[in-house]
Structures are given as structure tokens and as C-alpha cells.
């Protein structure tokens, strides 16, 4: 998340297909392109173009794509314009959580098809949060309860873990949601983990921003939570 001198906020999440240094590297590189780009005041609008030409001579194999959401909040906090790469619109926190709504997806980065990304502007009325996040947390499959045997599986598949998907996620957050803002990425991480029984197979990440509104005195707090950390391991 950056704020740029006009007091726009321009955030990103994005996903690197696949596992490994390689794809951990070219993440890293993207995320470093993109700050420079935003940085250096290029028009939104041409920014994610901009990210895949550094995409395509970077990555390590021709079928490696990114997807990833662009979402820049105007400099009056009242709305925001989204881009869509292959990616999942963001969750709008306020009385209970939703998906933002979106008609228009462009492709991921890196896909060798026609299209490009266009921004949608969603209006927003203060307060109001938005939850950016990677596919990690919905393809989390559900363990099975030890109180009722059979539960966590998918209906006539034998063997198949039913995945938490976004209506999962979506009541995750919501329960989470009724106990305050404070410390809330690391309570969903740890909601979503109980219902998975586990550590996640899939690498997941979640940045949420938002505004309380002109009449809110206290500033914000930037944080940020290592979920490998030794804490999460116990």
C-alpha cells in the first residue's frame, strides 16, 4: 500500500503461480516494479501493462502468470477504482462482510491472450474496510470434526476434503468481525488455520485498509504480522 502526494492510496496483493525461489523471487521483483511505478506517479491505468513487461523476461518458464487486484482509493477516501487480473474482488468490511461488487475481470499477467484491465469505481460510505487476499485462504480444505464423523468431506467423493471457499471465508471474517477491528488479519488467519486443522498448504496473504470517516480523530496504524513466525507454530 502506497500514498501517493495527492493523497490517493493505491494497494496491491498479488499471487505467483507455483512454489519455489523462483517463483519467491519474481514475486519480489514485481512487488519492487510495481512501487517504483506507483511511486513515480504513472497513471493507474497503466500500470499493470507496465508490470507485465517486467513479468515475461523475468519469469523462469513461458506458462508462469501472476494474478493479482489493484485497488486505488481516492484521495477523498469516498471511493475506489479496481483491477482485476485473474485475481478475487476484495471483501468489503463494514456492519458484516461482502465480496466488493464487480462486473468486469480482466485476464492474469502473464497469459498470452487478448484483453487488458480496465478500472471499475465502486462508491464507499465511511466507515469502511476492504480485505484484500490470495487464494490461500479459500482453497484451505476443511478438517474433519471429531464429533461428527464424516463432516470436511465433499458429498459423494470419497476421500475429498471439502475447500472453505469464499462463503467460508466470508463467514470467517464476519465472525471475526463482531469482535472489533483490532488485531483482526491475525484472528482470520487463525480462524481459517482451526477449520483447516492446521498449517496451510498454500501460500496466503491478507492486507486490509480502510477509513473511519472525516470525523475520526485517531490516525491509523500501519502493521504488519509474519504468519510463519514462531508464534504461529505453536
Sequence with gaps: AVERSDGSVLCLIGDVAGHGPDEAA?????????????????APDQILPLVE???VPERARPEVFVTLCQVVISADRS?????LAGHMPPLLLQDSCSELPTTSRGRALGIPVGGGWSAEHVE??????????TDGLIEATLAED?????TGFVPGAPGRRERLGVAGLLAAVDTEITHGGEGLVERVFRRVRDLHGG???DDAAVLVVG????DQAARGERTATLADSDEWSQ
Excluded at 471511493?79 to 483491477?83: A, F, I, S, T
Aim: glycine residues 10%; proline residues 11%; without cysteine.
Design 79 to 83: 471511493g475506489v477504482d479496481l483491477y
Design 124 to 133: 464507499l460510505e465511511a466507515p469502511w474496510a476492504l480485505m484484500l487476499y
Design 53 to 55: 513487461r517486467v513479468l
Design 146 to 150: 471429531p464429533a461428527v464423523p464424516g
Design 26 to 42: 519474481l514475486g519480489a521483483t514485481l512487488r519492487t516494479a510495481w512501487r517504483t511505478l506507483v511511486l513515480s506517479d504513472v
Design 211 to 214: 477509513w473511519g470517516g472525516p
Design 199 to 201: 498449517p496451510l498448504a
